[in-house]
């Protein structure tokens, strides 16, 4: 009796190893499928298409005070676009506020070229050509120009430090219906979901190869989307309330994450699935 | 008005290499809105590729090619400054135009 009770549980131990070992291999292949469908695709990326309709927008002069880009200061200077979005988050003066680039955008918008707040913040992310959202577009120039720039927040400024530290404490904040935190999600190696890796951003590589390449074309929607809206829809499946555009939540979750990423070069705006 | 197309032109070796990325929604004609209504078929149906007058590539598409559409070709030659021009028409005979010129 002991010796076939043995024998079940070598047995079983057989069938769970090996259960293992296809999980993995599935799991890999399936990873390398992935990775290849995205090369295919980088090299045709749609996000050209935002990034032309972005530039045009950038230089033309707009809204009721007919005031083109030229003014307005991301960081580096006015007008100046080139590596801007490497060093964002960060704090600006003549707005009180750690601002991420789309919420400096509207802030632009808003104090330079004399839009309303519900007017520059109409459409933050896009639908088809029906409804078509400018600050995708122009997030997606924006940020082109920040490619093979090294990510560099620059987090000994006291303001951005301080949104780096809650959004920390955001991101391993559990809560909601299902009592999820980011963490959850994405605080392990080799998590999936609907076939894709979660990338674990507690550690510097996984947050270094999620956040520089955001912006991203998302094949699956015909849409090119900005890390406002990565952020907006891992909070709709954390089960959390809306989370508000621009809001000091959403700043301290991309500060957090973009730090993170110092060192890593900037690669977006990607294609993703 | 539809957005310009983005259009790369590159001699490689004793050819022309084209790649194009179109701004287009490409509805199947298949899908529903929220409201259960079918969303019209909208989609371009013929592609036009011309180097010095002479068509290099001309297409016929139907409603399965991804929204957005990018379309890579080579063609036998073509030379550094030499312009092409592609032009597509759509199911509702919109159309669109653009230059590139071969670098």
């Not at chain 1, 030229?70 to 676009?81: E, K, N, P, R």
């Not at chain 1, 918008?109 to 309303?116: F, H, K, L, P």
């Amino acid at each position: 009796m002991p010796g076939m009770i043995r024998r079940i549980v070598a047995a079983s131990a057989v069938v769970c190893v090996f259960a293992g070992v296809v999980a993995d291999v599935f799991a890999q292949s399936t990873a390398d499928e992935i990775a290849k469908y995205r090369d295919a695709l980088q090299d045709g990326n749609p996000a050209e298409l935002w990034e032309a309709r972005g530039e045009e927008m950038w230089k033309t002069p707009r809204g009721p005070k007919h005031v083109a880009f030229a003014s307005c200061d991301l960081g580096q200077g006015a007008g100046v676009v080139k590596g801007a979005y490497a060093q964002l988050p960060r704090y600006f003066a003549d707005a009180g506020r750690v601002m991420d680039l789309e919420t400096r955008l509207v802030w632009c918008m808003v104090n330079q070229q004399g839009y309303t707040h519900a007017d520059a913040t109409k459409t933050v992310f896009g639908n088809g050509s029906a409804k078509r959202s400018d600050l995708e577009a122009l997030a997606a120039y924006v940020t082109s120009r920040s490619q093979g720039v090294k990510m560099n927040v620059p987090l000994d400024e006291p303001h951005v430090h301080d949104m780096y530290a809650l959004g920390e404490k955001m991101f391993y904040y559990r809560g909601g219906t299902h009592d999820f935190a980011c963490a959850t999600c994405h605080g392990d190696d080799g998590k999936r979901i609907r076939l894709q890796d979660l990338p674990n951003l507690t550690k510097v590589e996984g947050a270094q190869k999620a956040y520089t390449t955001w912006p991203a074309y998302r094949v699956s929607q015909g849409e090119l989307r900005t890390f406002q809206w990565r952020l907006n829809d891992c909070f709709r499946q954390q089960r959390f309330p809306e989370l508000v555009f621009g809001s000091d939540a959403s700043i301290a979750l991309t500060a957090y994450l973009a730090g993170r990423a110092n060192g890593a070069e900037y690669r977006g705006p990607a294609i993703k699935r | 008005m539809a957005d310009p197309m983005k259009i790369r032109a590159n001699v490689v070796g004793d050819s022309t290499e084209v790649k194009v990325l179109m701004s287009h929604e490409m509805e199947t004609g298949q899908r529903k809105d929220a409201q259960g209504k079918v969303i019209p078929a909208w989609f371009i149906q013929n592609v036009r590729v011309v180097h010095n007058d002479k068509v290099v590539l001309a297409a016929q598409w139907g409603p399965s090619v991804a929204k957005n559409p990018f379309l890579s070709f080579k063609f036998k030659g073509g030379a550094k400054g030499d312009k092409i021009r592609i032009t597509w028409v759509d199911n509702h005979n919109d159309t669109r135009t653009d230059e590139a010129t071969i670098a």
